[in-house]
């Protein structure tokens, strides 16, 4: 069985995007380049809510076309052109990025049917909307944050009104240059 693993960066006060949905704050660079081609390794099929999936879909097929494009950004675009995406939304969606799926409706049953299958984790990037519908239905089994070293002071959360605990234990935690932590989380059941 497939795990769901939650891949989202945070502000030390736990935003992960500014109001207007901004990731500027987030200081890549090379070790963070480093840490998340480590993690696209275990991604059998990213997932996405609509908006970061709009998002995905307006910057990487442009990518693919950029002489001036990095070898980490074209190989990344690539990847992303040739692996099985799925996104979750309500509102109607073209389907006009290679190998997406959308899940409108039974979003339950279908979720289910995508744990059962064999092969790599399925991991949600960004998309805090769509984590936590997921996260309430007992569908995400681990999280990987990565913390930057930045207060937003408001913004976008995924950790909002939560009404239950939920007990979780450290796989491994390291730091990456810029002073960003990294920790991976499984959700204790």
Same mark, same amino acid.
């Given at each position: 069985?497939k795990?769901?693993? !939650?891949?989202?960066?945070?502000?030390? &006060?736990?935003?992960? =995007?500014?109001?207007?949905?901004?990731?500027?704050?987030?200081?890549?660079?090379?070790?963070?380049?480093?840490?998340?081609?480590?993690?696209v390794?275990?991604?059998? +099929?990213?997932?996405?809510?609509?908006?970061?999936?709009?998002?995905?879909? +307006?910057?990487?097929?442009?990518?693919?076309?950029?002489?001036?494009? *990095?070898?980490?950004?074209?190989?990344?675009?690539?990847?992303?052109?040739?692996?099985?995406?799925?996104?979750?939304?309500?509102?109607? !969606?073209?389907?006009?990025?290679?190998?997406?799926?959308?899940?409108?409706?039974?979003?339950?049953?279908?979720?289910?049917?995508?744990?059962?299958?064999?092969?790599?984790?399925?991991?949600?990037?960004? *998309?805090?909307?769509? =984590?936590?519908?997921l996260?309430?239905?007992?569908?995400? &089994?681990?999280?990987?944050?990565?913390?930057?070293?930045?207060?937003?002071?408001?913004?976008?959360?995924?950790?909002?009104?939560?009404?239950?605990?939920?007990? !979780?234990e450290?796989?491994? *935690?390291?730091?990456?240059?810029?002073?960003v932590? =990294?920790?991976?989380?499984?959700?204790?059941?």
């Amino acid at each position: 069985m497939k795990k769901i693993v !939650l891949f989202l960066h945070q502000s030390l &006060d736990g935003y992960c =995007a500014t109001e207007k949905g901004e990731l500027n704050w987030i200081p890549y660079n090379q070790g963070f380049e480093q840490y998340a081609e480590r993690l696209v390794q275990t991604v059998g +099929s990213p997932m996405y809510g609509r908006v970061t999936y709009e998002l995905m879909k +307006s910057y990487w097929p442009q990518v693919l076309k950029d002489p001036a494009a *990095s070898k980490h950004d074209k190989e990344h675009a690539t990847w992303l052109e040739n692996v099985e995406k799925i996104v979750f939304s309500t509102t109607p !969606l073209e389907k006009d990025w290679n190998n997406t799926t959308v899940i409108s409706s039974n979003v339950k049953e279908e979720t289910q049917k995508l744990k059962e299958g064999s092969g790599k984790d399925l991991v949600i990037f960004g *998309s805090p909307t769509l =984590a936590r519908s997921l996260m309430d239905m007992g569908f995400i &089994d681990e999280f990987r944050f990565t913390v930057s070293p930045v207060i937003l002071g408001k913004g976008l959360t995924f950790i909002r009104n939560i009404e239950s605990r939920t007990d !979780l234990e450290l796989l491994s *935690s390291e730091t990456i240059e810029g002073g960003v932590v =990294a920790f991976h989380y499984k959700i204790l059941r």
